[in-house]
């Protein structure tokens, strides 16, 4: 005589019901425009800046969320696709059972290009700079050197970075 599988009557009943509460109240939104609205902090600032979910499928196995993913950050993302899923299912009604990962520039519209602020050029700056560019015989060339410095010293990054070193007695980056 053979055992009969014991199927674990709970976890059935469990996803029966996230499944028709999640389709009960006409004020809900769909999964996939929740996930979109709070993929920030479900996300993690560090996932959020290189993957956006895309669309979520899926049928009585579980659903499948997509996600759009810059390719050079697909590895970390792929790397972390549990602990995402884990959080997603959590806010996306209990039965993701798969993340999908689609390759792709992202389009948001809260991503803003970033731009360098600029300074004004102090008047000792300017003199040091033609002072620095006056040796260069061909005009054009003093001019472009002129703008290029004028830029380098006006341009005010939200980030410092590393400054290259400078020639003693020289506040010039060149």
């Known amino acids: 005589m053979r055992a009969r599988r014991a199927h674990p009557g709970m976890n059935q009943i469990g996803l029966t019901a996230e499944r028709i509460g ?24 560090q996932l959020y800046k290189y993957c956006r979910p895309e669309r979520l499928s899926g049928g009585k196995a579980g659903r499948v969320l997509t996600l759009k993913v810059l390719p050079q950050a697909a590895p970390m993302v792929q790397h972390q696709s549990e602990t995402l899923r884990q959080r997603v299912s959590v806010s996306a009604g209990g039965d993701i059972t798969a993340i999908k990962i689609v390759q ?24 040091e700079l033609e002072t620095s560019a006056a040796r260069i015989q061909d005009e054009k060339l003093r001019a472009a050197i002129v703008a290029l410095g004028t830029a380098m010293l006006t341009a005010e990054d939200d980030e410092p970075e590393a400054t290259p070193p400078t020639k003693r007695g020289s506040e010039l980056p060149f």
């Open 104 to 127: 792709g520039a992202l389009q948001s519209s809260d991503v803003k290009p970033l731009r360098r602020k600029t300074r004004p050029l102090t008047p000792k700056e300017r003199q």
């Open 22 to 45: 999640r389709k009960s109240g006409a004020k809900k939104l769909p999964p996939i425009q929740v996930l979109r609205q709070r993929w920030r902090e479900i996300a993690g600032e």
